[in-house]
């Protein structure tokens, strides 16, 4: 028996002796639901009391990463514990300095003609900033610290590896200048020389010439206007040479060594820094089969065609008529009634807000109970629209009649800044072929590419940033079991960079990679459930949100899990 549980009985022994049983169950000591820990949290949103070990799972584990979790007194919204001012610690914390972002006592007179808030207004305030420290900072430096760790063992070996290249070419670099210096030094000697004996030979010349001039001289000193006129005409125009020393050029880099050699070889010498660059591909990973986690029957709609995300509990759902944001209970919380009669004509903002086409196809904002137009150049009306919350940039498909046999439409995509300035027309491909012909469905991926849905050409159509065409995917290779072709409908992308489509002519939503090579089937058509039309992915819960096509489906919303966090173990080194 622990001492825990000898207390317990001991505790409840005696209370009920004094006839103090509800003081008993009070008093009992609350263990971890998970592992019978001690007690320092509690989850309000699953009821569970968590030790400090479970917490951290519990707040790094995606299907819990967004629940209230708060230490345990807070559970029965006691006072919270007093903290002695920093600066004076004869007094406690009163008031959150909102200038200087600090906690402050009734002693701080630096902050009294600051705006302030009381201390529990201003934790409700940062409250969803202490969430994304606790649920994905966290998480994310405790991948930095694994990778360090690992890296660490193997850093040693690496360096010294390093430093013997650097060693070596160090060498041959010494070996290289002591040549050049030595074939400089050799020239700079001989042009020294040759031109000591060229100065030589011009004083010689200059000695000479002063003597022939001195001589005549004096034969002409007792004629003085002669000896002027000779002096001006001949002496002058003679003796002008002076002594001048030829100038040794600088050392120079000898014609049998190239100063690129030289270049390359100092340019070998400097190691490569390994950048310590976290990316998702080390934080997430696939799970081996796609988890239900739930499932919506979602009123006021007969299917759902697209699906636009606002918070983890509340999306906005969309057939060719209807536009409602519901929850997770499949309440519908609010109505758009003038959307135009497309299916991927909605999308939301990295605000939340709602933007979306209507009737007249203009692009209206809609926040809480209000909308209005947002200025765009356009000279046609849009099919599809797509916000990219991680650019701020929107993308708008347009369909227009083309003069080609046996094509209905030529489509563009036009790019647009988050105030509505248009920054690039998509519509040609280096042939000048069109690119798309009906765009009913938009996305941009990590990297930046731009991806349409196109139901006309019966493809997948990718563009990188510039415009350019990379690939289109027209369906699963030969092998896959599925029938060859594509009909695209909804289209996501997650945050490894892949390309989910939900393929009506086969039932299924499959998927590739960023450059378009077919990787699996990540879900195939449930029982007798009609088809599947519309597809989200949450880049928050990394959950799969996928529209059911059917109005005899009793559950039309359903959410998968096929992406889960890596898991770190830190060691004690």
């Known amino acids: 028996m622990s001492f825990r549980e000898g207390f317990e009985k001991l505790l409840s022994w005696t209370c009920k002796a004094l006839g103090m049983d509800d003081f008993s169950r009070q008093c009992m ?14 989850c309000k949103t699953c009821e569970s009391n968590l030790c400090l070990q479970c917490k951290e799972i519990h707040n790094s584990y995606l299907d819990t990463v967004y629940h209230d979790v708060v230490i345990y ?11 002695s001012c920093g600066r004076h610690p004869e007094m406690l914390y009163e008031m959150y300095c909102q200038s200087c972002e600090l906690p402050v006592c009734n002693l701080c007179t630096e902050h009294r ?3 302030k808030l009381d201390l529990k207004a201003a934790y409700s305030k940062h409250k969803e900033i202490i969430h994304k420290i606790r649920s994905e900072i966290l998480h994310r430096n405790y991948s930095v610290l694994s990778w360090i760790q690992n890296h660490t063992k193997t850093c040693n070996l690496k360096i010294s590896g390093i430093q013997s290249a650097m060693s070596s070419k160090a060498t041959r670099l010494k070996s290289l200048t002591d040549t050049v210096l030595l074939n400089d030094i050799k020239k700079c000697s001989l042009i020294l020389f040759q031109t000591l004996q060229h100065q030589k030979s011009k004083l010689n010349t200059f000695l000479a010439k002063s003597e022939y001039c001195e001589h005549r001289s004096e034969h002409l000193l ?30 120079s880099i000898s014609d049998n060594l190239k100063k690129a050699d030289v270049s390359l070889l100092l340019k070998e010498t400097q190691s490569e820094i390994m950048k310590t660059e976290i990316v998702n591909e080390q934080l997430l990973k696939m799970v081996s089969k796609p988890v239900l986690k739930r499932s919506v029957k979602v009123n006021d709609i007969s299917y759902v065609c697209h699906i636009s995300i606002v918070t983890p509990d509340k999306f906005w759902v969309s057939d060719w008529n209807n536009l409602i944001l519901t929850d997770t209970s499949g309440k519908t919380l609010q109505k758009v009634t003038d959307k135009a009669a497309f299916p991927g004509v909605h999308t939301v903002s990295k605000a939340g807000e709602l933007l979306y086409i209507d009737i007249k196809g203009d692009v209206k904002i809609q926040t809480d109970s209000q909308s209005k137009v947002m200025r765009m150049e356009r000279t046609e009306s849009p099919i599809s629209l797509h916000y990219c919350a991680f650019a701020g940039d929107i993308l ?38 069109n690119l798309f012909g009906d765009p009913r469905y938009l996305t941009k991926n990590c990297n930046e590419d731009i991806i349409v849905s196109d139901y006309t050409f019966n493809a997948v159509v990718v563009v990188d940033s510039a415009g350019k065409h990379r690939f289109s995917y027209t369906g699963p290779p030969p092998g896959s079991g599925l029938k060859p072709g594509l009909l695209p409908q909804g289209i996501c992308t997650d945050a490894l960079s892949h390309i989910l489509v939900v393929d009506t002519l ?19 058509k449930p029982g007798s459930i009609h088809e599947l039309y519309g597809l989200a992915y949450d880049h928050k819960t990394h959950l799969l949100i996928v529209g059911r096509g059917s109005s005899e489906c009793t559950d039309i919303v359903s959410v998968y899990r096929y992406i889960e966090r890596q898991n770190y173990v830190l060691t004690d080194t």
């Open 222 to 251: 007792y004629r003085p206007v002669q000896f002027f006129l000779v002096y001006k005409k001949t002496l002058i125009n003679k003796i002008k040479a002076t002594a001048q020393v030829k100038q040794v050029p600088l050392l």
């Open 29 to 42: 000591v609350r263990t971890c639901t998970v592992c019978n820990g001690d007690t320092e949290f509690y």
């Open 396 to 433: 708008l498909g347009f369909r227009g009649f083309h003069t080609k046999v046996n094509i209905s439409y030529a489509g563009i995509v036009k790019q647009y800044d988050s105030i509505g300035e248009e920054i690039q027309t998509l519509q040609f491909d280096h042939k000048g072929e």
């Open 73 to 83: 007194r807070e559970k029965f919204e006691s006072i919270q514990k007093a903290e």
């Open 506 to 524: 086969t039932d299924t939503v499959q998927m590739m990679d960023k450059d378009g090579n077919f990787l699996s089937i990540l879900l195939t």
């Open 113 to 115: 003609n600051h705006e």
